[in-house]
């Protein structure tokens, strides 16, 4: 079984802080992907990044920037100088492609952001 | 390209009912998955439609149901409603494939029940 672990379930920072979003994953698959999901108060969830577990390799967007660390089970996202506008829940999710389906997410509990003016 | 339309946004039912959701996925995605999140329990799976066939299914009651359309569209159904299944129920879209490298799934905004 899988599993992913958000321990953060709510962080605050001032606007032009770097904030750094914590997600621990569990699986016995070697074939697995990784995720970042924001859900804005709208509800939708918004797909910010997929990663392979063949592919370490850290990878940056604009002021997003992920750290993928297999000896750890880690994939943590870090958002560089927030804004008001981050301000979101923020999921991390997991899936393997052993069981037929790629497309079975396990998500972790979410962490509450809140970026103060 | 338009994204997934979830209908209806908001509806509130009475226990005991039985409740329809619909899902429009992407133009020219095949799968479509279901999933609940509730304050509780957060987000969790329901199933996966792919080419009109449940292709997976998390660990609900058969209360819950669902199926697809020859034009991808998917509905999906509760029946005998509890005043647990309160919950926002969101639909994923994405291309589905197998033997394809694994593409990521959309989601729509979601519906919004509340079993009164």
Redesign the interface.
Same mark, same amino acid.
Request: proline share 0%.
């Given at each position: 079984a899988q599993k992913v672990t958000q321990a953060q379930t709510e962080i605050s920072v001032v606007e032009k802080e770097d904030v750094t979003l914590d997600c621990v994953y569990e699986t016995r698959d070697t074939t697995y *992907?990784l995720?970042w *999901?924001k859900q804005p108060p @709208?509800?939708?969830?918004?797909?910010l990044i997929?990663r392979?577990s063949f592919d370490e390799q850290n990878e940056i967007s604009g002021r997003y920037s992920w750290n993928f660390q297999k000896s750890t089970s880690s994939f943590n996202f870090t958002i560089t100088a927030s804004q008001v506008v981050d301000s979101a829940v923020y999921?991390c999710?997991l @899936?393997v492609?052993s !069981? !037929? @389906?790629?497309?079975?997410?396990?998500? !972790?509990? !979410?962490t509450q952001l809140t970026v103060l003016p | 390209k338009a994204g997934v339309t979830q209908t209806p946004r908001y509806l509130i039912k009475t226990r005991g009912q039985q409740v329809t959701l619909s899902c429009s996925p992407i133009s020219g995605h095949r799968s479509v998955s279901w999933y609940q999140q509730t304050p509780g329990q957060g987000l969790q799976f329901l199933f996966e439609y792919f080419s009109e066939t449940q292709r997976n299914k998390g660990n609900f009651p058969g209360r819950f149901s669902g199926r697809q359309f020859s034009n991808s569209r998917s509905e999906m159904n509760v029946s005998t409603l509890e005043l647990g299944d309160s919950a926002l129920y969101l639909c994923a879209s994405s291309w589905g494939g197998r033997g394809r490298f694994y593409t990521e799934a959309f989601f729509g905004q979601g519906t919004r029940l509340t079993v009164v």
């Open positions: *992907y995720f *999901y @709208s509800g939708e969830l918004v797909f997929r392979n999921f999710a @899936s492609r !069981g !037929g @389906s790629a497309r079975q997410l396990t998500f !972790g509990s !979410g | -």
